[in-house]
């Protein structure tokens, strides 16, 4: 089972890079499960997404045994960290998350200012994210991906989340 | 079976009230069960039904009561606070025998408690909520595609009744979303709203009881001219001071439910062919539960496992059966310890009936779940 | 014309209520006026609350729904909305209206749902004993006001003004004949009609108050309310103590079932 954990604060976009996530892995013929946790902030604040997915029923619907934890703002990284272990990866956005931690397996990007540099706008930088946890996890192939973000947003923007798609899929070996 | 989807356990639970014919919504926005109101304000005008936003809790349940009065199939959905709010009307649709169907997506409480956090501490008002004396039934699903299910249930069993049917959803499967095939509206099997059976020339009375103790009162405008009220009432429906009639809808109340109780009763066994230890769960909980019992049977344990999904009226046949044939039986829980009491009082001490609570907002973890079976094995094989 | 007196439940007579209660003749009041409109009685609900005044419901032959205390509206709202061809009106009493059941007033009001609202207006909870309601004047007694009231009461037409009711008239059980006619024009206004009746409760509240027998309090009545023209032209100093009766506010607002038929449209439901 392929047990990953998206966070950042609300706003991001994380709740929705970890449904179409799941919607991917459905594309797939998998089971998933995407579950969330929140404040009361609806901009702001800390949120994760947790995705799971597995070619069986998942019965305990949340993470358990984290292996990629993605964290896209400091708060994030240290509020939703707390049960790494010495094999989980630990994604992070380099320029949000000064102090990243939990593990030695660690990939920095800049994943917001790839966003504003290539696409003009912060608002990319989940799926950018997204491209990128498809790239380290291989729990989706990068062509589902590609058709279950493209289900997702709007029509008028398809184009630029699949160029996000793609500069988060090879900001990383 | 229509095409995999992923869905959140709300959304399925509101589609499936209107797969078995709801027509009709209003309630008031509460977290964590707003989408099943803004599920129902989207999709009920695309089948000519209605959505109305009430002024608060309680206006959300009068409003669905006076639509099912005037005929609409008609649910509501709030979470703890509501639900204390709604209280009061949902034992007057119990004793003016209105079908209605209540959500409650539960949440931490008391009183506001944590809003976004889940909870299964409404097991017990479920069951008492209201002033008075009425039976309830109340179905807490596991799963999302369970949650369309029970929607469906709840809906037929609120028609078939006549009598409020609660679902105890929790925040865990409400807010999850997961993998779903949905059946297609041939394959959904729909009670419809029961009818009078005779015209006002032969003598019809709106509250006298059929054969199955319920009662055929009559949709408003369709020429019957009937009261309702929340008064004790006798079979015409009018007001009864008479302590006779007064005991006489008190059990019957109770026995339209109490004869139908096996037939209602759902659950799933699961892993309990030799197992010396049961572990009984229901909602989000039961989900978790699986997963420790599936590890300790691996494990070489016997372990197996109740799946509650009628929570009221209680399953008493299936936990004293069950009580006789293990050793111990394991209750993990979101609250400080509700559902076991009942659990304990069947099994009259054939069983040692072991509490797991938990109520610091978080979910169980498998590990917590069987750490506890393990304990529980080890003191029932002294 | 239909005879008003068959609509009533005559075997659910005599009522409940005391010997001089103003309560029966806001009663036959709507019954007249609904025999005026000749109204389908199949196709009329008739809501209550709790209290002296909600009794009335059960009086009535037609499809009637005698609900829990202060929740009428929410009810008939339902079930306007649910089968909008009926004619909803409902009866409530001072503290089912304006106490437990305000928060819905002012919102059924502010929707303008087509119900027509009939406050039966005595100034105190009669059937529990004669305890002060938000309608009871300052300086009256009640069993909870033993030392009279000092809390302010509402002015219902005005609240019912200020939330958006696109009909508002007052009358009183004095004004037995023209009160028929207030009623009737709320029943035809499409939205959300009220009409306050002033009665006497010479059991609960006059005794108590030493206003004297049921007649002296309609005498009272009779001289408080008075056309609405007539009041505008006294000084503040002469109105005070006198209440303006008749139609008081009309408006034109869209109707709440109408327009939602219309989201059903644009939903395509209307095909469903």
Same mark, same amino acid.
């Given at each position: 089972m392929k047990e990953i954990r998206l966070s950042g604060s609300g706003g991001q976009g994380l709740i929705t890079a970890g449904i179409i996530l799941a919607e991917?892995? +459905?594309?797939?013929?998998?089971?998933?499960?995407?579950?969330?946790?929140? $404040?009361?902030?609806?901009? $702001? $604040?800390?949120?994760?997404?947790?995705?799971?997915?597995?070619?069986?029923?998942?019965?305990?619907?949340?993470?358990?045994?984290?292996?990629?934890?993605?964290?896209?703002?400091?708060?994030?990284?240290?509020?939703?960290?707390?049960?790494?272990?010495?094999?989980? +990866?630990?994604?992070?956005?380099?320029?949000?998350?000064?102090?990243p931690h939990g593990s030695q397996h660690m990939i920095k990007v800049p994943i917001t200012r790839l966003s504003v540099e290539h696409l003009g706008r912060d608002l990319f930088a989940n799926i950018i994210a997204l491209g990128l946890l498809v790239k380290v996890t291989g729990a989706v192939s990068f062509e589902t991906i590609q058709k279950a973000v493209a289900k997702r947003v709007p029509p008028a923007t398809v184009a630029k989340n699949m160029e996000a798609l793609r500069i988060g899929y090879e900001s990383v070996q | 079976m229509s095409e995999a989807r992923l869905m959140q356990g709300n959304e399925a639970c509101a589609e499936g009230a209107v797969a078995a014919g709801v027509r009709f919504f209003g309630g008031y926005p509460i977290t964590p069960s707003t989408e099943i109101a803004e599920y129902m304000a989207v999709n009920l005008p695309k089948v000519g039904g209605t959505f109305i936003q009430m002024e608060d809790e309680i206006a959300g349940i009068g409003v669905v009561l006076g639509a099912s009065l005037a005929g609409k199939k008609a649910l509501t959905a709030t979470s703890g606070p509501g639900f204390s709010l709604k209280q009061e009307l949902i034992g007057y649709a119990a004793?003016?025998?209105?079908?209605?169907?209540?959500? !409650? /997506?539960? @949440?931490?409480?008391?009183?506001?408690?944590?809003?976004?956090?889940?909870?299964?501490? %409404?097991?017990?008002?479920?069951r008492w909520g209201t002033h008075g004396d009425h039976p309830m039934i109340a179905l807490s699903p596991w799963t999302?595609?369970?949650?369309? %299910? *029970?929607?469906?249930?709840?809906v037929n069993y609120a028609e078939r009744f006549r009598t409020p049917v609660i679902i105890l959803l929790d925040e865990v499967v409400?807010?999850?979303?997961? @993998?779903?095939?949905?059946?297609?509206?041939?394959?959904?099997?729909?009670?419809? @709203?029961? /009818?009078?059976? =005779?015209?006002?020339?032969?003598?019809?009375?709106?509250?006298?009881?059929?054969? %199955?103790?319920?009662? !055929?009162?009559? %949709?408003?405008?369709?020429?019957? @001219?009937?009261?309702?009220?929340?008064? *004790?009432?006798?079979?015409?429906?009018?007001?009864?001071?008479?302590?006779?009639?007064?005991?006489?809808t008190i059990e019957r109340l109770h026995e339209k439910i109490a004869r139908v109780q096996e037939e209602i009763t759902h659950y799933d066994e699961f892993f309990m062919d030799d197992a010396e230890i049961a572990v009984v769960a229901f909602g989000g909980t039961a989900r978790t539960a699986y997963a420790a019992v599936e590890a300790a049977r691996s494990a070489g344990r016997k372990v197996g496992m109740i799946r509650i999904m009628t929570i009221w009226p209680f399953a008493d046949s299936v936990m004293r059966n069950l009580a006789k044939r293990v050793k111990g039986i394991l209750v993990p829980e979101m609250n400080y310890?509700?559902?076991?009491?009942?659990?304990?009082?069947?099994?009259?001490?054939?069983? =040692?009936?072991?509490?797991?609570?938990?109520? !610091?907002?978080?979910?169980?973890?498998?590990?917590?779940?069987?750490?506890?079976?393990?304990?529980?094995?080890a003191e029932v094989a002294e | 014309m239909k005879d008003y007196e068959s609509l009533f439940r005559t075997n659910r007579l005599p009522h409940i209520w005391c010997p001089g209660c103003g309560h029966g003749i806001a009663m036959k009041a709507l019954a007249k006026a609904i025999a005026k409109l000749d109204l389908d009685q199949d196709k009329t609900v008739i809501v209550s609350g709790i209290g002296c005044s909600s009794r009335a419901s059960g009086y009535m032959d037609f499809d009637t729904l005698h609900t829990a205390h202060g929740r009428a509206l929410p009810f008939a709202t339902g079930i306007k909305l649910a089968n909008p061809e009926l004619n909803v009106i409902v009866i409530t009493g001072d503290g089912d209206c304006m106490a437990i059941g305000g928060n819905h007033f002012i919102h059924a009001a502010r929707r303008n749902i087509d119900l027509t609202v009939l406050l039966f207006n005595n100034n105190i909870y009669g059937m529990t004993g004669g305890q002060a309601s938000p309608l009871t004047p300052v300086d009256k007694k009640a069993t909870t006001a033993p030392y009279g009231t000092f809390d302010r009461p509402f002015n219902p037409c005005e609240v019912a003004k200020t939330a958006g009711a696109t009909y508002i008239a007052r009358g009183t059980a004095f004004h037995a004949a023209p009160l028929v006619d207030l009623i009737a024009q709320g029943i035809q206004n499409k939205g959300f009609s009220f009409v306050e009746t002033l009665v006497q409760c010479p059991t609960s509240y006059g005794r108590r108050n030493k206003m004297g027998s049921a007649a002296a309090m309609l005498k009272d009545m009779s001289e408080t309310v008075i056309p609405l023209a007539a009041y505008n032209k006294l000084s503040p100093e002469e109105r005070n103590g006198k209440l303006p009766g008749g139609v008081l506010h009309t408006d034109i607002f869209p109707e709440y079932a109408a327009e939602y038929a219309k989201i059903i449209t644009r939903a395509g439901g209307d095909k469903a």
């Open positions: 991917a892995a +459905i594309m797939e013929g998998k089971q998933a499960i995407q579950s969330q946790s929140y $404040g009361p902030e609806a901009r $702001g $604040g800390s949120s994760k997404a947790e995705v799971l997915i597995d070619d069986k029923f998942i019965y305990h619907p949340k993470v358990v045994n984290p292996q990629i934890f993605l964290a896209m703002t400091q708060q994030a990284m240290d509020k939703y960290s707390h049960d790494l272990t010495p094999d989980s +990866i630990v994604i992070v956005d380099e320029d949000l998350v000064p102090r | 004793i003016a025998e209105i079908p209605v169907v209540i959500v !409650n /997506v539960q @949440r931490m409480g008391p009183s506001t408690g944590q809003p976004t956090s889940p909870a299964q501490a %409404d097991i017990m008002q479920a999302v595609r369970e949650s369309f %299910d *029970v929607a469906i249930k709840a409400g807010h999850m979303r997961e @993998r779903v095939e949905l059946p297609q509206a041939h394959e959904i099997e729909i009670y419809p @709203r029961r /009818v009078p059976d =005779k015209t006002k020339a032969q003598g019809y009375k709106p509250y006298t009881p059929m054969e %199955d103790l319920v009662p !055929n009162p009559a %949709d408003f405008g369709t020429g019957y @001219r009937i009261h309702c009220t929340g008064l *004790v009432h006798d079979e015409t429906g009018f007001p009864s001071g008479s302590p006779s009639i007064t005991e006489q310890g509700q559902y076991v009491y009942e659990v304990e009082r069947a099994a009259a001490g054939q069983a =040692k009936v072991v509490s797991l609570p938990k109520y !610091n907002s978080e979910v169980f973890t498998p590990d917590e779940i069987g750490q506890a079976i393990e304990e529980l094995a | -």
